[in-house]
Each structure stands twice: as C-alpha cells, then as structure tokens.
C-alpha cells in the first residue's frame, strides 16, 4: 500500500452553507506529485455537489439578527427547536463551533429529523477534532435522509483524512456516486476518478 501524507485545512465557512475543506498529497506510484482539494457546498435546505472551488474565496456573509437576540429567543421559546436551529446557524457562521454544537444538540433534542442540521453538526464536530462523533452525525443524517449527498461526501472526508479509513471513504464516496454519477471533485474533475485512484492505490 502506498504511504500517503494528509495535510488539514480548516472548514470554510459560509452562511447558509455546510462545507467541508480538505488538502490530501498523495506520494509514491500512482498518487506521485497528486494534489487535490475537495469540497462540498450545500444550502442547509438543499444537498448538491459543486464543482467551482471560488466559492471557497468568498468572504463570509452578514449574520442577519443580533446573535445576542437570537439567545434570548431561543432562551425564551426554548422548546422550539428553530430557535435553536437558528442560534446554531448564527454560531456556525460565525466561526464558534462548540456553541454551534450546544445550539444543534438542543434543537436536535426537539426535533431529530432534521438531516441537513445534523450535517451541520457534523462539520462543527469535525471543526473541534471529534470526527467520530463528525461521522455519526452524518450517519445520522442519512439515516434521516437516505442519500443525503452532503452528508455523503463529508463522511468520506472525515473517514479518509482524520481517521484513515480508506475502504470507508470510498464506499461513502460510492454510495453517492450511485446517486449523482456526475458529482465532482473542486477542480471539476469526476468524483469517480479520485475513487478509482483511491482504490487502484490500495491495490498496489
């Protein structure tokens, strides 16, 4: 098998956007001198794959209500789970991931079939170091949402980069391939060519 070196980068985050940014060079054989970046860009209410990775250079929008409202709203309708839903939010945009994770976790508490939420929590997760619980959450979003595309993509991230999980990446990646045989990579190259040099590499 060939040794692989991983580099992380930091989740970019946007408003109204769940995403996931790695930077993987793969050395020796097949993978020498192969860099490349994923990404994935969903709006909370809509799961596709894009190809462009300008979206990635974008400065991050206005957060809309005070976050300050926001907590006294979500304090004062505390079994509302949107409350929640949108102080988490507010949170993930502006960069306070383990106050994001307290917000979705009250809100998911209330209302747990919300796939989209939990792929935000998921890529909060990952963004304090817990891919474990990053993976569950997404397992639960397609548990919720079978096919989740974001979820899909994000769980192959988290399995291939953080926990070394090849075999797992790649039937995430798979599973989505089956649903969207056109996904791609940032660079506009098919999804489906990384799996095959994933697998070819492991077969060396």
Same mark, same amino acid.
């Given at each position: 098998?060939?040794?692989?070196?991983?580099?992380?980068? =930091?989740?970019?985050?946007?408003?109204? /956007?769940?995403?996931?940014?790695?930077?993987?060079?793969?050395?020796?054989?097949?993978?020498?001198?192969?860099?490349?970046?994923?990404?994935?860009?969903?709006?909370?209410?809509?799961?596709?794959?894009?190809?462009?990775?300008?979206?990635? *250079?974008?400065?991050?929008?206005?957060?809309?209500?005070?976050?300050?409202?926001?907590?006294?709203?979500?304090?004062?309708?505390?079994?509302?789970?949107?409350?929640?839903?949108?102080?988490?939010?507010?949170?993930?945009? /502006?960069?306070?991931?383990?106050?994001?994770?307290? *917000?979705?976790?009250?809100?998911?508490?209330?209302?747990? =079939?919300? *796939?989209?939420?939990? /792929?935000?929590?998921?890529?909060?997760?990952?963004?304090?170091?817990?891919?474990?619980? *990053?993976?569950?959450?997404?397992?639960?979003?397609?548990?919720?949402?079978?096919?989740?595309?974001?979820?899909?993509?994000?769980?192959?991230?988290?399995?291939?980069?953080?926990? =070394?999980?090849?075999?797992?990446?790649?039937?995430?990646?798979?599973?989505?391939?089956?649903?969207?045989?056109?996904?791609?990579?940032?660079?506009?190259?098919?999804?489906?060519?990384?799996?095959?040099?994933?697998?070819?590499?492991?077969?060396?």
């Amino acid at each position: 098998m060939n040794k692989h070196t991983k580099v992380k980068v =930091d989740p970019v985050v946007r408003r109204n /956007t769940a995403v996931l940014l790695a930077v993987a060079t793969f050395l020796g054989g097949l993978f020498l001198g192969f860099n490349i970046s994923f990404f994935l860009n969903a709006e909370r209410q809509t799961t596709h794959p894009v190809p462009a990775m300008e979206h990635a *250079a974008q400065a991050p929008a206005a957060v809309g209500p005070d976050l300050q409202q926001l907590e006294k709203q979500a304090q004062a309708n505390d079994q509302e789970p949107h409350a929640w839903f949108d102080l988490g939010n507010a949170y993930y945009d /502006t960069g306070q991931a383990a106050k994001a994770i307290e *917000a979705y976790q009250r809100g998911l508490a209330l209302a747990p =079939d919300h *796939a989209d939420v939990w /792929t935000d929590l998921g890529v909060m997760y990952r963004q304090t170091q817990q891919p474990e619980k *990053a993976v569950q959450s997404f397992d639960r979003a397609i548990q919720e949402q079978p096919g989740h595309q974001t979820a899909l993509f994000n769980k192959g991230i988290v399995l291939f980069f953080d926990l =070394d999980d090849r075999d797992g990446a790649v039937a995430a990646w798979e599973s989505l391939l089956r649903i969207n045989p056109q996904a791609q990579t940032p660079d506009g190259k098919p999804l489906r060519d990384l799996v095959e040099r994933i697998k070819a590499g492991e077969a060396m």
